[in-house]
């Protein structure tokens, strides 16, 4: 059995490092994926669904806590990072592993070892995990992610600027993102993943890896079969599917 | 009776030196009159406190008494003077020289230790006493006048005979506490300037020490640190040639950093080489995601500028700007000079400058402390400012260009 790794580290060099490291130190695993930042973290996290990801806390766009937060207890999640020891206590109580960098080969080989064992359960308890996240967010400096509240958006030779209450949903067109609201839609250069990291979680829910929608917007969310289901949008004709991985947002 | 005023006495005692030590305590009395007292004493300068309460614990228990005791003995002796020469009887004479010369006493006692009020009401505190005074005389006059059964229409000679001695004894107790109170006001000022005086070293040494401070947290910040040490080690695996160069750009930025922890002031060059030396440790780290650059005019080289204030300002370029944009952006550093003025610029194109005021404990204070910094150097010639770089920011600092 090939375990699959997701490994996201915004400097090249320590980058290169881990990953070769890694090579070595648990030959049998598959390196699917490799981040610059938090956004393409999560992004790629979804596309391929790694057993394990190693994060680094600070990045460019989504902090390695809430690239965590969001892969929740679909994978084994270990943080890389340089706080300090202090700063990092926090870890010791919990229920994720975490390497301090630069990250030294017999730490690492013991991070591994941990891993093969915990492999046969499945991750950590959610309820421990997302504790031990809110800890870690108050405690460590700078991993806040700015939010947006205006959009510029071209429609026709305007401009608009789109106010992000007043969104229904967002979907990826390839490089693009098509902003749909109750009268019009609207075509922005920014893919979704990086607008995604900009929005309130709580508001705008993820339901695909190419779908976020406006909370108040939903109007129901119908099961298809055993695994799949659409949300009907309050304003829109539209009909958005649900992943898998989304599903248990609209469990009761 | 006598031992219950004792007993009041010293109670009272103690809890006047208590109020002195703690004025905070002053409204805790039980009694009103008391209490207003103390607020009184509370409201006096630390100094003055100070001063007053060394002299009641002195004069503290049986030495308090004692004094009085020879006190009262002096004019006594003052009293018999007094008899022998004019036609007062014995127990009039002592008495009248015992109220005149405690009187006196204890007014100068008052200007002696609240000499801060009585130097500042000088106009209120005579006007006070001559009141007190006109009113004493004609009210005694009249009672005496009456209890010998004289027409009260007769007393008008009498009052004004009677108030000019008043006038006198009340100018014979106003002019030696005037006098103790303004000496004793002046010489306050002086020890308060120089405690003042003090007090501003001590601000500035501490102000000196906090961004020295800085710095050395900045040198071993674990994210700059350990994330340089893990490039380094990285680089030197592979035996490529950059792991000489990023140590050697390490040591150059440790080692002028130190020589800025030593100074106060350090010229522009030298400034601009420690900026360089920690952009080029950054911009092997960051790989593509930092470009920078430098400009210093060499007319600016030797201008002077206090030491820490430009690094500052690059760290925040880099931690706010370029490390949380997704794709970077480029720093530039530059000197110009402008009329009577230079103004050094530090400017990032990343993240705007909605991201500054994010309370992450490192960024905002840095600022501040570059502000106190400028103020302390320049007064109000030199100044920090922000504004929006679109994209990213831009950070302005602009001192007097004194040319050597």
């Known amino acids: 059995m090939h375990p699959t790794l997701l490994v996201a580290e915004d400097e090249p060099l320590m980058r290169e490092r881990l990953l070769e490291m890694l090579a070595e130190s648990w030959p049998e695993a598959r390196v699917v994926l490799v981040a610059e930042n938090g956004n393409d973290a999560w992004d790629g996290f979804l596309e391929h669904e790694p057993d394990v990801a190693f994060l680094d806390i600070r990045m460019p766009g989504l902090s390695g806590l809430e690239v965590a937060e969001r892969i929740g207890t679909m994978a084994h999640v270990v943080f890389v990072t340089a706080y300090d020891q202090y700063a990092v206590d926090a870890f010791d109580a919990g229920a994720v592993d975490y390497l301090l960098k630069p990250v030294q080969v017999d730490r690492l080989e013991r991070a591994v070892a941990r891993l093969k064992a915990k492999f046969t359960q499945p991750p950590s308890d959610g309820a421990a995990m997302g504790e031990l996240l809110r800890h870690l967010k108050s405690a460590l400096p700078g991993v806040r992610q700015e939010r947006t509240k205006w959009i510029r958006a071209s429609v026709g030779r305007q401009v608009r600027v789109i106010d992000v209450d007043e969104v229904l949903f967002f979907q990826s067109d390839t490089r693009y993102t098509r902003i749909v609201l109750r009268d019009y839609e609207a075509l922005v250069r920014t893919p979704l993943k990086d607008l995604l990291s900009t929005l309130d979680p709580e508001r705008f829910w993820q339901i695909h890896r190419a779908t976020v929608v406006n909370v108040n917007a939903i109007q129901a969310a119908e099961r298809l079969d055993a695994e799949r289901m659409q949300v009907l949008v309050k304003g829109s004709e539209e009909k958005l599917a649900v992943s898998r991985t989304f599903v248990h947002l609209f469990r009761e | ?404």
Not at chain 2, 260 to 280: H, P, W
Not at chain 2, 317 to 342: F, M
């Open chain 2, 1 to 404: 009776m006598w031992r219950k005023v004792a007993n009041w006495y010293r109670e009272w005692e103690d809890e006047q030196i208590a109020v002195l030590e703690k004025p905070e305590l002053a409204s805790q009395s039980p009694h009103r009159f008391r209490r207003f007292y103390y607020g009184k004493l509370a409201e006096r300068s630390p100094l003055e406190r100070q001063q007053m309460r060394d002299f009641s614990l002195a004069l503290k228990g049986w030495r308090g008494w004692l004094w009085t005791a020879a006190m009262f003995a002096v004019y006594a002796l003052g009293g018999v003077a007094l008899h022998l020469h004019s036609d007062l009887g014995w127990g009039a004479a002592i008495l009248v020289a015992n109220v005149c010369g405690m009187s006196l006493t204890f007014a100068l006692i008052s200007a002696w230790f609240n000499y801060r009020q009585f130097a500042r009401k000088k106009i209120r505190l005579f006007k006070m006493v001559v009141v007190f005074a006109v009113f004493g005389a004609v009210t005694s006059t009249a009672l005496s006048m009456w209890m010998q059964g004289q027409p009260i229409s007769h007393a008008m000679e009498r009052v004004s005979h009677f108030l000019t001695g008043v006038l006198i004894g009340s100018l014979v107790i106003m002019v030696p506490v005037l006098i103790v109170s303004v000496l004793r006001n002046r010489q306050y000022e002086v020890v308060n300037a120089q405690l003042q005086r003090e007090n501003e070293q001590a601000r500035l040494a501490r102000e000196l020490a906090e961004s020295q401070l800085r710095l050395l947290r900045a040198q071993i910040e674990p994210h700059f640190l350990f994330n340089t040490l893990g490039a380094v080690q990285q680089l030197a695996q592979h035996g490529a040639p950059r792991a000489a160069e990023l140590t050697s750009n390490l040591i150059d930025f440790l080692r002028s950093s130190m020589r800025d922890m030593r100074s106060e002031q350090v010229c522009l060059a030298a400034e601009f080489g420690l900026v360089e030396s920690y952009l080029k440790v950054m911009q092997v780290r960051l790989g593509e995601r930092l470009r920078f650059s430098l400009q210093l005019p060499r007319a600016l080289e030797q201008v002077q500028l206090p030491t820490m204030i430009l690094l500052t300002l690059v760290e925040n370029a880099i931690k706010h700007g370029i490390e949380p944009a997704l794709r970077g952006g480029e720093v530039t550093v530059s000197a110009e000079a402008i009329d009577q003025a230079v103004r050094i610029r530090v400017r990032d194109g990343g993240v705007g400058m909605s991201t500054i005021a994010e309370p992450d404990g490192g960024g905002g204070t840095g600022l501040d402390n570059v502000r106190h910094r400028l103020r302390l150097a320049y007064g109000d010639a030199a100044s920090l400012r922000l504004h929006d770089g679109e994209p990213g920011l831009i950070a302005d600092v602009t001192i007097p260009y004194v040319q050597a």
